[in-house]
């Protein structure tokens, strides 16, 4: 992206080392430079949530898209069944370094109640856009099933007893995210959120690489100062909760997209899952109603609304390519009316402020009801890194372009 554009888009939109807190930012607002959508407790041979955490530390890498010259971080009991006691977290570098001590109202401790978040106190931290941290958060009792977020892409350790200032990472690992929610600094310029299913989420894409389209769309970001949030669940639904996937697009979008600090545009990619959940159980989590392409059109435009209510700028992004042939023929046609109709009206209604046409940043040139075959990940349906990279294309030219209403 070249330097006017970004400057227009700005104008748009081992030892411990105690941390230094304030009880407000010292040089600016709050931006979120790293974020993750939370779930419900879920049973799954892959993940921790529904056995939760007992006498353990957790440690978990972040990478963040934007720097600052402080940050703090958001823990989440959304789904606790009873309050989170935390004993203690820490902050440091993935590379070494000191740990930071991070407090809560100045103590190491805090009570995190159920179906609530906490905000730690300023961390005096300088970061830089790519940023690699390590949060370690320590329990000493058993906290019950755990809020999370399935599908992380990182990997997240557990080791018994309190190793919040060592080098112990156990050996235990798991690929969730568990009750961190957001990183926020100080000193950005706010923050694009990048909102949606398992194609936001970067499902497919290398763990522990980073390479979803929120990741790259934040390297040709990185000029100015922009962070991108990115609030995915593999598996989510717009108009439709099931218990794996977490509540539906239209209920968690106040809270995960317009409630970031700094939120200057949102975009949104979601429908696919209401399209094709109605045809199967899909991951053993329930069979949702079958939905007209006016229904999801509905859902849209009630998060166009809630966002320009909000002040805030809304980027459609069209609902990729799914055909494969382990798909029943009659069920194709169906879905594909449905999505072809849906893309017609994000491209031409200018309900959207922009578009960003993901359908055709990673559909066949030569068969559109198609991924190309250079960007899937094997099953169809998901990028692979090349194709996420070329979703970050199109995401940031729209981010750029001037609003179309």
Request: glycine fraction near 10%; aromatic fraction near 6%; charged fraction near 20%.
């Amino acid at each position: 992206m070249k330097t006017t554009l970004l400057a227009a888009l700005v104008l748009a939109t081992a030892s411990v080392v105690p941390a230094s807190a304030a009880a407000h930012p010292p040089d600016g607002p709050w931006s979120a430079a790293w974020t993750s959508a939370m779930q419900r407790p879920a049973a799954d041979g892959s993940n921790w949530s529904t056995a939760g955490f007992d006498h353990q530390t957790i440690r978990q890498s972040i990478r963040l898209s934007t720097g600052g010259r402080s940050l703090r971080i958001r823990l989440s009991n959304q789904y606790g069944a009873k309050p989170l006691h935390v004993t203690g977290m820490t902050l440091t570098r993935a590379t070494g370094g000191p740990h930071d001590t991070v407090t809560f109202d100045d103590s190491r401790r805090t009570t995190v109640a159920a179906g609530r978040t906490m905000t730690s106190d300023p961390v005096t931290i300088a970061t830089d856009a790519g940023d690699q941290l390590v949060i370690s958060l320590y329990v000493d009792g058993a906290t019950g099933p755990a809020t999370y977020h399935e599908d992380g892409l990182t990997t997240t350790t557990a080791a018994p007893g309190d190793h919040l200032y060592d080098g112990v990472v156990g050996s235990e690992t798991s690929h969730s995210v568990y009750y961190v929610t957001g990183v926020d600094v100080t000193g950005a310029a706010g923050t694009v959120v990048s909102f949606g299913d398992s194609i936001t989420n970067g499902h497919n894409s290398t763990i522990g690489a980073d390479r979803r389209y929120s990741d790259a769309l934040a390297e040709r970001l990185r000029t100015s100062r922009l962070g991108v949030a990115n609030v995915g669940i593999t598996g989510n639904l717009l108009l439709s909760e099931l218990p794996c996937f977490g509540a539906a697009g239209v209920s968690r979008f106040d809270r995960d997209a317009l409630g970031q600090p700094g939120v200057r545009t949102v975009i949104v990619e979601e429908g696919e899952n209401d399209i094709w959940d109605s045809e199967g159980n899909f991951g053993g989590c329930g069979v949702t109603a079958r939905v007209t392409a006016d229904q999801l059109i509905a859902g849209y435009r009630s998060m166009i609304k809630a966002a320009h209510s909000r002040g805030v700028r809304i980027v459609g992004a069209t609902i990729t390519p799914f055909k494969a042939d382990y798909m029943q023929p009659a069920d194709f046609a169906r879905a594909e009316a449905v999505r072809d109709q849906v893309n017609t009206w994000i491209r031409t209604s200018r309900q959207y402020d922009a578009v960003a046409d993901f359908a055709r940043a990673v559909g066949d040139p030569s068969n559109e009801q198609q991924l190309n075959p250079a960007y899937d990940s094997g099953d169809h349906l998901h990028p692979d890194d090349a194709g996420y990279e070329a979703l970050a294309v199109v995401a940031s030219e729209a981010l750029s372009a001037r609003n179309q209403r």
